[in-house]
């Protein structure tokens, strides 16, 4: 794709190559039980905390670099899996060894639902469910250059991936002793929409992700410098679903650009399609067709920042 028209260093069309996917934000009905689950089962640490007179925001991650925020809301409905809203939540990590010790701690936990593990090609993940119902994938990616296309598009597929035999191969003593100090972040995150072909106006057309696998049935990939996926979009579960109601589960979806001139070419694409979105200066805010939040923001410098968003 010839993506050379741009306006300065900053391409009109196409969100930077240079982007990363933030902290997702979980609405849930027992923070204690939540942030347990999250500390004990992925390894995750609490990194800030903020209350004020109605909700608690609580910051997890590893290391310096937030991965889940968890806002205490009691009272809203149950997560419902025919709604729009979160596939999953994935959490990328380095390497295999730190991949094994994660799913071996996650697997540990008897709150977690274990639901596959499969060998995409382009990663190898394995998937779970929160004690709330929302879906966790944890995977590792393979080297780019592995990597193969076919008309433009990134082959993926899903393939069996022995999770037996993976944590025998790759499990490794000293990483799981230390797992929590293992660095990872959010890898990408899968959605649930409505509508496929209304999916990609908006987060290809209007946000600016680029479509790197449309061939799967009820199902698009896309992202932003030639990554397999940094979001994911499917109607496996909600096909037809309509904007959401209230409750818990997925709070928003947080991406992270580089600098100022990257919010102005996001804010003009959604200017120009009549998109609706508030501006800050720091952070622009849209809702997707479903009602899902998503933030575009500058880097936060510290999970205090974050919260503070």
Do not use: C
């Not at 089962?41 to 968890?70: F, K, Q, W």
């Amino acid at each position: 794709m010839d993506t050379q028209q741009q306006t300065g260093t900053v391409d009109d069309r196409v969100l930077s190559a240079d982007l990363a996917m933030d902290a997702v934000t979980l609405r849930v009905g027992d923070l204690d039980q939540m942030s347990s689950y999250y500390e004990n089962a992925l390894a995750l640490v609490p990194i800030a905390e903020r209350a004020d007179r109605t909700e608690v925001h609580r910051v997890l991650g590893r290391g310096d670099t937030p991965m889940v925020r968890l806002i205490h809301t009691p009272g809203l409905p149950e997560v419902n899996p025919r709604d729009a809203g979160l596939f999953h939540t994935a959490f990328l990590f380095d390497d295999a060894a730190s991949l094994a010790a994660t799913v071996y701690r996650t697997a540990q936990d008897q709150r977690s639902r274990f639901a596959g593990s499969s060998d995409h090609l382009v990663s190898e993940a394995f998937y779970f469910t929160d004690p709330e119902g929302n879906g966790i994938e944890l995977y590792t990616d393979r080297p780019r250059d592995t990597w193969r296309y076919e008309n433009g598009q990134i082959l993926m597929d899903t393939l069996y991936l022995d999770p037996n035999g993976y944590l025998s191969e790759h499990l490794d003593e000293g990483v799981l002793a230390a797992v929590e100090r293992q660095s990872g972040g959010i890898g990408h995150v899968h959605l649930q929409v409505g509508d496929v072909a209304r999916a990609r106006d908006f987060y290809v057309d209007a946000l600016g992700f680029e479509a790197t696998a449309s061939a799967h049935p009820g199902a698009l990939f896309a992202s932003a410098g030639g990554y397999h996926h940094h979001v994911a979009m499917n109607t496996w579960n909600s096909r037809g679903a309509g904007p959401r109601a209230a409750g818990l589960g997925l709070g928003n979806v947080a991406i992270t650009l580089p600098g100022r001139e990257d919010l102005d070419a996001v804010a003009a694409r959604l200017r120009g399609r009549g998109i609706a979105f508030a501006d800050d200066g720091n952070t622009i805010a849209v809702d997707d067709p479903w009602g899902t939040s998503v933030s575009l923001s500058l880097p936060a410098a510290s999970g205090e920042e974050l919260l503070a968003r």
